[in-house]
């Protein structure tokens, strides 16, 4: 290293001061000796600034490792009670799906190792045709869930960013036909569908669970629309967007997480509702309820094949819960944290 310039720098200080003097012995000793010398923290020392920890040869900074947070004993007993529940709530699926694999004869028995059979999945296929139903039941799920949403984005919208005196009301009303038993209204909706041609048909049972399940629809809506700012919607009225562009381009978008989450439970209700199917068709709309009700004779059950029906009929929406349950659990914590 060249001290010509550590010379220079100097020369024109002022080293009659002492002041001057020690200034300039600092910056030729931090000029002379690079960071990495040895002798760095010592002269840095003795001029009076504090070294660092890099200046040490082969000195690293150390990790400093974060203490685990210690799991209480309570949140350990939830936990465990948590997975109990978990286990309850599952096990009627897993049962039911062994005792499709046995056959009649094993299907009182409790035995949890057998020998697996596709005997009664034969036999199901052979006296009803599966793919009728599942078509029937995904017409339904979607027609529901689609027909929903048309009716429930809008009405969410005019509640959450136009309320009234009377929304609330209106809400809870809403709300308060679900706590009405469905069997009150079975002879005037089964008489009023038979009268204009809807009972027995796709549209019929669309209409009937489009009914039932669009209260839920409006109220998860509202709830996620709630939780975007009203500004953004301000300025796209400003910037000349019509009701329609506001709802499509700026509102869904933003809340599409929790309108994905609602169309997905809309799809599930659909899918499980059984009641109406039931009492509402019969063979030409019948969907995949109505399936696993006509294994139930008078002449008993015969527990193999109702299995094997029960999970050709569940094993759908299982595997659409399982595949979209990030987006479900995101859906529905939409909003919840800020």
Known sequence: MSYSATASSTSGADYGSPVAASAAADAAAGAVTPAGH????????????????????GARAKKRRKPKAKTSFADQMLGIVAWIVALLLFFPIFWMAITAFKSEGQAYSTLLFFTPTLESFGE?????????????????????????????VPAAYAMA??????????????????????????????VLWKNV??????????????????PI?????????????????????????????????????????GIASTALLLVIMAWNEAFWSINLSSSHAAPLTVFIASYSSPEGLFWAKLSAASLLAVAP?????????????????FGAVK
Not at 205 to 212: D, H, K, Q, R, S
């Open 197 to 214: 041609g809807l009972l027995d048909t796709v549209s019929g049972l669309v209409i009937v669970y489009t009914l039932m399940n669009l």
């Open 38 to 57: 040895p002798l760095a923290s010592t002269i840095a020392h003795t001029s009076g600034t504090p070294a660092t920890p890099a200046s040490a040869p």
């Open 217 to 257: 629809a409006v109220w998860m809506a509202y709830t996620y629309f709630c939780e975007i700012p009203r500004d953004i919607l301000e300025a796209g009225r400003i910037d000349g967007a019509l009701t329609w562009q506001e709802i499509v381009f700026l509102l869904v978008p933003m809340a599409l997480p």
């Open 124 to 152: 199901v296929f052979a006296r009803s045709n599966y793919f009728a139903f599942a078509w029937n039941s995904i017409l339904i799920s979607i027609g529901v869930t689609v027909l929903c949403l048309i009716i429930a």
């Open 161 to 190: 960013f136009f309320p009234t005196k009377k929304t609330q009301q209106i809400l809870l009303w809403m709300l308060s036909t679900k706590m009405m038993p469905s069997v009150g209204v079975l002879i005037p909706i089964y």
């Open 317 to 333: 929406i299982l595997i659409v819960g399982w595949v979209s349950q990030k987006q479900l659990v995101r859906g529905l914590t």
